[in-house]
Nanobody, 111 residues
Framework: VQVVESGGGLVQPGGSLRLSCAAS?????MGWYRQPPGAQREFLGR???????VYADSVKGRFTLSRYNANNTLTLLMSNLKPEDTAVYYC?????????WGQGTQVTVSS
């Protein structure tokens, strides 16, 4: 199973950015995590194939997940970005047996 992220880059504070994640097969849940420099990986949000969604409190209201089951893709729309959102963003896809991770995409929020 392959999980591939795309869409990272440099964005100014207050800006928006959309990340995409593609999985090679359909899996029950897909989600996003991030790992800021020198910090642990943290949960951002998760959505199931039926659309049940949960967000971390730290990003609720600023980040939005959208899942497209037809092509096994997940997007993360990030708005009102702050310098502290700078991190490597990772997508994962999971079934009841295993979780598959992508390689990550860098997001840098800076003026």
């Amino acid at each position: 199973v392959q999980v591939v992220e795309s869409g990272g880059g440099l964005v100014q504070p207050g800006g928006s950015l959309r990340l995409s994640c593609a999985a090679s097969i359909s899996l029950f849940a897909m989600g996003w995590y991030r790992q800021p420099p020198g910090a642990q990986r943290e949960f951002l949000g998760r959505i199931t194939d039926s659309g049940d969604t949960v967000y971390a409190d730290s990003v609720k209201g600023r980040f939005t997940l959208s899942r497209y089951n037809a092509n096994n893709t997940l997007t993360l729309l990030m708005s009102n970005l702050k310098p502290e959102d700078t991190a490597v963003y990772y997508c994962n896809a999971a079934n009841q047996f295993r979780t598959y991770w992508g390689q990550g995409t860098q997001v840098t929020v800076s003026s």
